[in-house]
T-cell receptor, first 108, second 116 residues
Framework: GENVEQHPSTLSVQEGDSAVIKCTYSDSASNYFPWYKQELGKGPQLIIDIRSNVGEKKDQRIAVTLNKTAKHFSLHITETQPEDSAVYFCAAERALTFGSGTRLQVQP | GAVVSQHPSWVICKSGTSVKIECRSLDFQATTMFWYRQFPKQSLMLMATSNEGSKATYEQGVEKDKFLINHASLTLSTLTVTSAHPEDSSFYIC????????????FGPGTRLTVL
């Protein structure tokens, strides 16, 4: 089955800095890679996703890049704000295999 | 966007009792729903796939007789934790893909179960 690894497990940045979270996957047949933001005590919320026919997708301060050859994809958050503080999960395919999560703390 | 609700949002029960958690797709139909369990500071782990009108499929290591799933309609799936024990205490989350949404999952807000 699919195996998704996510790094780092925790990330602390200053407000306004950029944050990058990386994931690798094992199943080369996977074609859909979503990123979720989970706030304490809530369900995951989709923030951006990418399909294998593109290498990069951007939505305002959030971008995702995909390297299918290397089987890794990354989440980029620019101009971070305190409200970006949360746990972020990557996933492969229909979100059935999640990464281990990254706790992002944005220091004001 | 599509909305998925869960009820209750939290529940506390005594050991040995059964607890039912509902997952509803509010503005779309879902022939398939997914149930996850999340322990504190851990990732979501898929427990089972709920299929409308047929039996659920369970992931390896998940006891189907303990976690009963019923998907009686295109908008409702229920998870019943039978004879709950303290080790079943967890955050239970459901998700549903909207038809035509090309893999996109919509997650419920989760149900926190505490078994005393």
């Amino acid at each position: 089955g699919e195996n998704v690894e996510q790094h780092p497990s925790t990330l602390s940045v200053q407000e306004g800095d950029s944050a990058v979270i990386k994931c690798t996957y094992s199943d080369s047949a996977s074609n859909y890679f979503p990123w979720y933001k989970q706030e304490l005590g809530k369900g995951p919320q989709l923030i951006i996703d990418i399909r294998s026919n593109v290498g990069e997708k951007k939505d305002q301060r959030i971008a995702v890049t995909l390297n299918k050859t290397a089987k890794h994809f990354s989440l980029h958050i620019t101009e971070t704000q305190p409200e970006d503080s949360a746990v972020y999960f990557c996933a492969a395919e229909r979100a059935l295999t999640f990464g281990s999560g990254t706790r992002l703390q944005v220091q004001p | 966007g599509a909305v998925v609700s869960q009820h209750p949002s939290w529940v506390i029960c005594k050991s040995g009792t059964s607890v039912k958690i509902e997952c509803r797709s509010l503005d779309f139909q879902a022939t398939t729903m997914f149930w996850y369990r999340q322990f504190p500071k851990q990732s979501l782990m898929l427990m089972a796939t709920s299929n409308e009108g047929s039996k659920a499929t369970y992931e390896q290591g998940v006891e189907k007789d303990k976690f009963l799933i019923n998907h009686a309609s295109l908008t409702l799936s229920t998870l019943t934790v039978t004879s709950a024990h303290p080790e079943d205490s967890s955050f239970y989350i459901c998700s549903a893909p909207r038809q035509g949404a090309l893999n996109e999952q919509f997650f419920g807000p989760g149900t926190r179960l505490t078994v005393l």
